[in-house]
């Protein structure tokens, strides 16, 4: 019997302009800004990124939305994860897209929600300085009613994406909510009394040894992120080259993504509720220009050796929680997008392809 991997892609739902945006950044800013005005900062370095098949797209055209669908089930992808703003106090940012996949029906595509907790602040939002754009607040519990009752629509919906039947819901920062437990349990008791089986939470976890931690604080699963374990493993010569590098040319912090990809998937991966990560590229520095990291040289190939390695790790689990994330869909600006480019077209999905078949 063949068995089946769910592969669910996480999705930046940035791409059209939204009044904040304006304000902050200059009239009509999306991510496609910084996309278009990066440039090489050193020999080899793979600046601008060029998309190809959907073009640069706005997500406000249904035809956008519906084709991106029709690609990601074309090569395996399960559903979108669509990252989603709540600040507090009923605040939202971003909201249109999903708003408008829920309440039309289209596309008929699987679909979950990633809670996107963190204030938006300094260099990872492309900040010179500490400032802070919008803060992330937890008012009490009032205002996770008001977020349940949000997003329970979607909840309800037959095409969220389920395990065990119950809604999967990821939370980016687990540890930044003032009381974890007291907020999990909190849904699980308003999904009771709403006819829901229960909520499937996830964490988003870049330390793969805080995985029990994590469950002892009520989250079903985790989603292990390894993208910075390169770290723990540095060549110091080759560390202190690119430290002088960086230092008398002004190149950005270039770690190989062969080196890297090595690290991305750990031992735990292989336990039935931890949800490994498929890193296919990596380079902030359309972001945060010279500041930024790099996982350079990434191919077709070395990503097929990637997949090989998340594959072999999840291979004796049961289908249900056979759950592997990718970072993800369509992260242009952060060099981490699985959509077709210039360079090299479907390539990378074709690979995906392959392995969830396989």
Known sequence: MNKKTRVIALYLPQFHPIP????????????????????????????????????????????????????????????????HYWFGNGKQLLERPFREVLTSGK???????????????????????REVLIEQLYPGEQDYIDHFNHLLPAFRDK???????????LIFQPYQLPDAKAFIALWRE????????????????YDGTKVNELK???????????????????????????KLQHHLFGAPNIVSYRKAMRYFVGKEAAEEYVYPT??????????????????????PELFERHLKDVFKAISGKKDETNIVFIKSWNEWAEGNYMEPDLRYGTAYLQKLKKYVEE
Not at 55 to 77: I, K, N, S, W
Not at 107 to 129: I, M, Q
């Open 107 to 129: 596309p008929d595509f699987p679909f979950c929600l990633a809670w996107a907790n963190e204030s938006w602040k300094g260099f990872h939002h492309g900040l010179k300085k």
């Open 190 to 205: 308003l999904a009771s009394e709403n006819g829901l089986k229960g909520i499937h939470f996830v964490a988003q976890s």
């Open 159 to 169: 095409r969220y994406i389920c395990v065990e039947g119950k809604p999967l819901f």
């Open 216 to 242: 002892s604080m009520g989250f079903d699963a985790v989603n292990v992120l390894r993208m910075y374990d390169y770290k723990m493993h540095k060549n110091q010569i080759t560390y202190l080259f690119r």
């Open 20 to 83: 904040e945006n304006d304000k902050w950044w200059g009239k009509g800013f999306t991510e496609w800004t910084n996309v278009g005005k990066a440039r090489p900062l050193y020999h080899g370095h793979y600046q601008p990124r060029v998309p190809a098949d959907l073009g640069y797209y706005d997500l406000r055209v249904p035809e956008t939305r519906q084709a991106q669908a029709d690609m990601a089930r074309a090569f395996g992808v399960e559903g979108f994860c669509y990252w």
């Open 278 to 299: 498929i890193i296919p590229n990596w380079d902030h520095t359309p972001r945060t220009g010279r500041k930024g990291l790099v996982f350079h040289g990434s191919t």
